[in-house]
């Protein structure tokens, strides 16, 4: 043993283990089998990162490593090390004009493993072919590359040369001027070789893509969430062109360029960074281009393995799932840098498993009982919420509900035994599609317009967005989106959203994202789509759906007692809970999912609720009675008056 290892192991070894705890509140766990001590590392697997409900700050914060005696072992993840490319000033740099070329010719400043060269131009418009030649001492040289695409045209710029690994001292660039006036090359820049970072193939399937305001959207699936991923490599068909491409933080300008039979391209972006979500969206700027085709997305990404010392053998337990255990704070991290170095007997963990002890309601926060006493009397409509067992209720509210309630949800309330249940909404950002109804209808005073009708689902359906297919291959077209407005005395059409829409011959097909300026009318069945076709050939529309977005409601109940959700009342106000307070772990604990009943009419003031004998025989055979001598009187009085 070394001594970085010794100290390495006295390290673990003087960290305090956390004493044993429940783990009732992480939701997976995989098992490693240890048979000797040591120091150990396992890499963790896809499926246990997937289950990480870290939150913010450090990566997978909820990992916990637990002994064969149920005690919390210190560890040290050792995510892979991002570190920038190594580039230093060539030296000697020499650029010699020959009669149909220009040979370029530099030094290494220092000895060391060269993997890139990166030459220098102001020159704004060029495309050229070079040979690349390098020696070890200056003597032989070795062709390492022909027909390299060097250029700056567009937007793309490749002046990067990829070299064979190897401590080259001297290097030498044949730029072919055949077809094209020299090009001036001022210096060069020497990368040199940084440690390999391992990788692994990452699966990754394109789920859907939209085409948005000249950018293409691509919606990605890794798989599973929480991957480190490592770059991305977009295969497209095309053979000239260049694209802006976008993936969380990650930016970068891909292009294919050819010129006299060589072709050059960067089609990778390289990301490195953590997926927290098991979709990403990359986004290609096509800027007045058309839609880059894209075959398919490779990936890859990287692995992240964890040490921790073994101090007893058996049956070691990896937990992951828990946002509401803080992250841990071990004293090995002060060993990090030679944990990642040390030697370390590699062990594979068996298979992910859900965690036996798990209990959802673990993972909520204590927010007190029910809230203050409701009267429900000016509601209009109530549904029951269906869920099974206690926790943190996730319920999402569905466009029939969106349409009785009002605008900004004031009335939404949820109610448990006549007292309000604290709740927070949620808007996800997420949207769902809806098929509508479209029919053309046919104005024989506007023949150059084309105008269809669109039926709602159903009638006060709270659309937000339309999304319009059409057939045409060449057109440009602005849209209107109308709707009728009862609300001035008299019937109106009132225009709710407009759009620009465009497309060109060869250019993929794809829907228009029309947003609504202004919701329809809260009782409409139907809204007018129209467009002036000018002189053109009528627009041809093949289908419409409209999109609502999804919003859901958390509440935590402590025990599976009947709720109600109540809305449709105009004249409540925004009510104001102290849940507010831990929204954070609220959206963070695991959810008990529910589901809504049936729409029913919420309970009125009727006689049930009149104050007691109000509607009994014996009230009204009272009031009966006095009514008599009430008429008795007055007659007896209209007598007297009479005979005066």
């Known amino acids: 043993?070394?001594?970085?290892?010794?100290?390495?192991?006295?390290?673990?070894?003087?960290?305090?283990?956390?004493?044993?705890?429940?783990?009732?509140?992480?939701?997976?766990?995989?098992?490693?089998?240890?048979?000797?001590?040591?120091?150990?590392?396992?890499?963790?697997?896809?499926?246990?990162?997937?289950?990480?409900?870290?939150?913010?700050?450090?990566?997978?914060?909820?990992?916990?490593?637990?002994?064969?005696?149920?005690?919390?072992?210190?560890?040290?993840?050792?995510?892979?090390?991002?570190?920038?490319?190594?580039?230093?000033?060539?030296?000697?740099?020499?650029?010699?004009?020959?009669?149909?070329?220009?040979?370029?010719?530099?030094?290494?400043?220092?000895?060391?493993?060269?993997?890139?060269?990166?030459?220098?131009?102001?020159?704004?418009?060029?495309?050229?072919?070079?040979?690349?030649?390098?020696?070890?001492?200056?003597?032989?040289?070795?062709?390492?590359?022909?027909?390299?695409?060097?250029?700056?045209?567009?937007?793309?710029?490749?002046?990067?040369?990829?070299?064979?690994?190897?401590?080259?001292?001297?290097?030498?660039?044949?730029?072919?001027?055949?077809?094209?006036?020299?090009?001036?090359?001022?210096?060069?820049?020497?990368?040199?070789?940084?440690?390999?970072?391992?990788?692994?193939?990452?699966?990754?399937?394109?789920?859907?893509?939209?085409?948005?305001?000249?950018?293409?959207?691509?919606?990605?699936?890794?798989?599973?969430?929480?991957?480190?991923?490592?770059?991305?490599?977009?295969?497209?068909?095309?053979?000239?062109?260049?694209?802006?491409?976008?993936?969380?933080?990650?930016?970068?300008?891909?292009?294919?360029?050819?010129?006299?039979?060589?072709?050059?391209?960067?089609?990778?972006?390289?990301?490195?960074?953590?997926?927290?979500?098991?979709?990403?969206?990359?986004?290609?700027?096509?800027?007045?281009?058309?839609?880059?085709?894209?075959?398919?997305?490779?990936?890859?990404?990287?692995?992240?393995?964890?040490?921790?010392?073994?101090?007893?053998?058996?049956?070691?337990?990896?937990?992951?799932?828990?946002?509401?255990?803080?992250?841990?704070?071990?004293?090995?991290?002060?060993?990090?840098?030679?944990?990642?170095?040390?030697?370390?007997?590699?062990?594979?963990?068996?298979?992910?498993?859900?965690?036996?002890?798990?209990?959802?309601?673990?993972?909520?926060?204590?927010?007190?009982?029910?809230?203050?006493?409701?009267?429900?009397?000016?509601?209009?409509?109530q549904r029951r919420v269906q869920f099974k067992e206690a926790g943190v209720i996730e319920l999402e509210l569905g466009p029939e509900v969106l349409a009785r309630a009002e605008s900004d949800r004031r009335d939404l309330r949820v109610v448990r035994e006549g007292r309000h249940v604290p709740f927070l909404i949620i808007d996800t950002g997420i949207e769902r599609e809806h098929e509508a109804a479209v029919v053309k209808v046919d104005d024989p005073q506007r023949p150059g317009w084309s105008k269809w009708d669109v039926t709602m689902p159903f009638p006060g359906f709270p659309v937000r967005e339309l999304r319009i297919d059409s057939t045409a291959p060449l057109f440009h077209r602005t849209l209107f989106v109308t709707g009728a407005d009862d609300s001035r005395g008299g019937r109106f059409e009132r225009v709710l959203g407009t759009a620009d829409w465009k497309r060109t011959p060869g250019e993929a097909a794809h829907a228009l994202s029309l947003r609504l300026d202004t919701p329809p009318a809260p009782a409409a069945t139907a809204i007018k789509l129209a467009t002036d076709n000018g002189d053109n050939a009528p627009l041809p529309i093949s289908s419409v759906r409209v999109v609502v977005p999804v919003v859901r409601l958390l509440f935590r109940v402590p025990d599976t007692t009947p709720v109600s959700i109540f809305y449709g009342n105009r004249r409540a106000t925004p009510v104001h809970y102290d849940l507010q307070m831990v929204q954070g772990a609220m959206e963070a604990a695991t959810k008990v999912p529910a589901t809504l009943g049936r729409e029913e009419g919420a309970p009125r003031r009727d006689l049930a609720r009149r104050p007691a004998g109000i509607g009994s025989v014996w009230f009204w055979g009272v009031l009966a009675l006095v009514v008599a001598v009430l008429l008795w009187v007055v007659a007896r009085v209209t007598s007297t008056t009479d005979r005066t």
């Open 1 to 381: 043993m070394n001594l970085w290892h010794f100290l390495i192991v006295l390290g673990l070894a003087l960290s305090p283990a956390v004493m044993a705890a429940d783990r009732d509140a992480w939701t997976h766990r995989q098992t490693v089998e240890l048979t000797q001590p040591g120091l150990t590392r396992v890499e963790l697997d896809p499926a246990l990162l997937d289950a990480s409900r870290a939150t913010g700050g450090a990566p997978f914060h909820d990992l916990r490593v637990i002994n064969p005696d149920g005690v919390e072992t210190p560890f040290f993840m050792a995510p892979p090390e991002l570190l920038r490319p190594s580039q230093v000033e060539a030296t000697e740099f020499k650029a010699t004009l020959q009669p149909a070329a220009t040979v370029l010719a530099f030094q290494a400043r220092e000895l060391g493993v060269i993997n890139e060269l990166h030459l220098q131009s102001a020159a704004p418009d060029f495309i050229k072919a070079a040979t690349v030649e390098a020696s070890l001492e200056g003597a032989v040289w070795q062709t390492l590359s022909r027909g390299e695409v060097l250029c700056r045209q567009s937007g793309s710029v490749r002046l990067r040369l990829p070299v064979t690994l190897a401590a080259w001292t001297h290097f030498r660039i044949t730029i072919d001027d055949t077809r094209s006036a020299p090009v001036v090359f001022t210096g060069a820049q020497i990368g040199r070789a940084l440690p390999e970072l391992p990788t692994v193939s990452q699966p990754v399937t394109i789920r859907s893509r939209r085409e948005d305001g000249g950018r293409t959207r691509l919606r990605l699936d890794l798989g599973s969430a929480h991957v480190w991923l490592g770059s991305v490599r977009l295969h497209s068909p095309e053979s000239v062109f260049q694209r802006e491409v976008s993936l969380m933080s990650a930016r970068r300008t891909l292009f294919r360029c050819q010129y006299d039979g060589f072709a050059g391209e960067e089609m990778e972006l390289p990301v490195h960074q953590i997926c927290t979500t098991q979709e990403v969206e990359l986004v290609i700027d096509n800027g007045d281009s058309p839609p880059l085709r894209i075959d398919r997305v490779e990936a890859s990404r990287h692995a992240v393995p964890i040490v921790f010392q073994t101090d007893v053998p058996g049956a070691w337990r990896l937990y992951m799932g828990n946002a509401q255990d803080p992250a841990p704070r071990y004293d090995v991290a002060a060993l990090g840098g030679a944990l990642r170095q040390a030697t370390a007997m590699a062990v594979v963990a068996g298979p992910v498993e859900l965690n036996p002890d798990f209990r959802k309601t673990a993972t909520a926060p204590e927010v007190g009982g029910t809230g203050a006493a409701i009267d429900v009397s000016a509601w209009s409509f």
